[in-house]
């Protein structure tokens, strides 16, 4: 088992379910991957080489599929740290380990002018990462998968506005579902840079501590059809809490919200991404391969685990694959039983099920503890949460 010294560079544990889940997005490249020529991966930010040396020893496994493993950090002080974690991959037969010092922008300026691309790329950066998504995404191979990584937490959950129309060229209001309205800001983002060159985005999935947010998509070759519907609108009132979305080509004038006096107003935030936030299928392909990985593999760096997939990142991986992330509207049990005076937030797994019974789409949120997702209308929504908690006296 490998061991690795994480130095004076910038080392969270808690980041652990990032990093299994890069893991598995790595492993998950070599599936259909042609054997005419390697595989690239590019831990553009690579720190103490951590996530560099999970995909060397666990993604690539067993594997033959020849790979190119690009790894990249910019403080070349950290060069002796790095190399020294490395070292197990220099043993490994069909990896070509490539380590350099370069600013990120640099890297894929060049990879892109020398016709180098990707078929994964990690990109964790402090702050916000969006001054480098055109260059990243230029990088990538159609079909390549991006993590990408945001540490600015203030502008897009609505708590710097000015920063968001700068960042984001975006209005970002304040919301209960802050965490997953930072989420689908970044997903807008990443779709208007890939939309300029032509190519199409597919969202993997989508996740966050409060703390970083993380989304992971694959670039496509071609925009598909129906895919700028997914670009819109969310508003909300707070003096009611009622929610409504638009998608942009279809935007007009909203509808009024569920202030009985009509003195209501919507708080409207966007544009973002309005569809999906994960694929079920693909992270149900990503369970399997750590399932193949745990019982096919003995060299591994398992973070203080035998298995790729700690218990808490597989209960998140599960969470959202329950939780398609659409309709975009969701709403926080705690507000709504403060709303309605319950002595507390109603049962979630009988509310959703409540829901679908009257027709409705319904699922627990994968992103944010405590919160439902629904197409119910508001009113019906508050009738059902009134039925799972009892009136306070």
Known sequence: ???????????????RPARDLSVLLAASTLEDASSDRPLRWLDLMAGCGIRS??????????????????????????????????EPLQSCAGLALIQSHQAAERLLREAYLEHRFF????????????????????????????????????????????????????????????????????LAALAREAWLLGRGLEPLFCFSDGRTFRVAVRMRQR?????????????????????AV????DLQGWRPCACTDGCGRWAVSGPLWIGPLQDGSQI???????????????????????????????????????DPGQPACCWSTGELSRRLQLKGPPAIEPLVAALRASGHSASVSGVMAGQVRTSAPFGILLRRCAEFGGKDR
């Open 1 to 15: 088992m490998a061991s690795v010294r994480p130095g004076g560079g910038f080392f969270r544990p808690d980041s």
């Open 284 to 322: 149900n392909g990503l369970l399997e391969i750590s399932d193949r990985l745990d019982s096919g593999l003995s060299n591994r760096l398992s973070e203080g685990q035998d298995r790729t997939l700690a218990p808490r990142s597989r209960r998140m991986l599960e969470g959202l694959m329950a």
């Open 119 to 186: 078929d994964l790329i990690d990109l964790d950066p402090f702050g916000c990462p969006n001054v480098l998504l055109q260059s990243t995404l230029q990088a990538m191979r159609f079909g390549g998968v991006l993590l990408l990584a945001s540490t600015d937490g203030r502008s897009p959950t609505g708590h710097d506005r000015f920063a968001a129309v700068r960042r984001f060229g975006a209005a970002a209001r304040a919301h209960p579902a802050s965490w997953e309205l930072a989420l689908r800001l970044q």
């Open 53 to 86: 040396l999970r995909w060397g020893l666990e993604a690539r496994g067993a594997s033959d599929q020849p790979v190119e493993l690009w790894v990249n950090d910019g403080d070349q002080e950290r060069g002796p740290l790095l190399s020294a974690n490395l």
């Open 246 to 249: 638009q998608a942009m080509l």
């Open 223 to 243: 925009i598909r059809s129906g895919e700028e519907q997914q670009l819109g609108f969310l508003a909300r009132c707070d003096r009611c809490g009622d929610q």
